[in-house]
Each structure stands twice: as C-alpha cells, then as structure tokens.
C-alpha cells in the first residue's frame, strides 16, 4: 500500500475510534428519541434567532454575562459548536443533560479553541478545561472527562475561565428558566 492510502487508513480508523469512544462515554445518558431538535436554538447566529422560550437565556460567570444556545437532544449535543467559524465573545453553549454524569467532550470539526466547564446540579464548578484546542485531522481526538459528575457544561470562548477568575467551586447562575 502507498503511503496515501496509510494514511487514509490510519485516518478513518482514528475516526472511527473516536467516534466510539464517544458513544461509549455518552451511552447511559441518552435523550428520548421524541423529543424534538430546536430549529430555533442559536441566539448567537447570523440571524439573532432565540431559543424555544422565545427568550435569550444567560450564564453568569462571576460578574461577565453570557448568551447560551442550550443542547439538551442528543442531536443539539452532538453538534455543539462543531463546524462554527468562531463564537462572539459575549455568547457560549449550554449542554443540559438529563441526569448527573462524567460526560466526555472533544473537539472534533472544531474551528477555535474553547474553555470547557462541567457543574454540578447545584450549578458548582466542578472541572474546567482552559483553552481546549481543536483536534489535529491526522491524528486522535483527545475526550476531555470531569474528575466529578455535571449535569451542565459550558463552553466558551478560550480563555474566559481565566479572564473572570473562575474557579473550582464557584457558582454560575442562570437565567432564569434555563435550568428547567
């Protein structure tokens, strides 16, 4: 075999591995497959569309506010911020999960780097990922897991974690409504 063809092998199996450490890691935290994908979920896209509640909702990091788009299907969640140019600085992703896990995210088909913070159902910091790179396409995606279960994550532009001082144990607050 050519070195080409390696590499597209080796590629596709990377891929493919990923992709099943992944399942696995979400496995036992599946969403019901009648609930329905919000088509209006980006309050930070192009067209300042809003969530279901027809509202923005927000994610208070200390004293900085930030606008979410909410993940709560598997769909929205597998999705994330994959294949987005960029983020704005004041907005983030809020995957909602329906119970407490050790839920793994990576950064496949990403295009920027993020800050990934887990919190716990009391909305407590309990791990964060500072400035999490984009995945090399030749190689494997690194899953980021919590030391601790969440039951939110949020990510945000890379280096806001810093920016704001958070840290374990704080608390974030939430619009409210979002947590429902």
């Known amino acids: 075999m050519s070195k080409t063809t390696w590499a597209v092998a080796i590629s596709l199996f990377v891929f493919i591995l990923s ?3 992944w399942n696995f890691s979400t496995a036992g935290n599946r969403t019901s497959a009648t609930e329905a994908v919000s088509t209006n979920s980006r309050p930070f896209s192009s067209d300042a569309a809003t969530t279901e509640s ?10 900085r506010v930030f606008y979410v788009e909410v993940a709560k299907t598997d769909t ?20 909602v999960f329906k119970q407490p896990g050790k839920y793994g995210f990576w ?38 897991v919590p030391d601790k279960e969440a039951k939110y994550v949020l990510e945000v532009n890379a280096g806001i974690s810093e920016k704001v001082g958070l840290e374990i144990g704080d608390v974030v607050e939430f619009s409210p409504g979002l947590a429902d």
């Open 19 to 21: 992709s099943v450490v």
């Open 76 to 95: 929205e969640r597998s999705r994330g911020l994959s294949g987005r140019p960029n983020l704005p600085e004041d907005a983030g992703m809020l995957f």
């Open 54 to 63: 027809t509202q923005r909702h927000y994610v208070k990091l200390k004293t």
């Open 107 to 144: 950064m496949y088909e990403m295009r920027f780097s993020i800050d990934i913070i887990w919190l716990d159902e009391s909305k407590q910091v309990v791990h964060i990922v500072e400035k999490a790179q984009p995945c090399n396409p030749t190689e494997a995606c690194p899953v980021f």
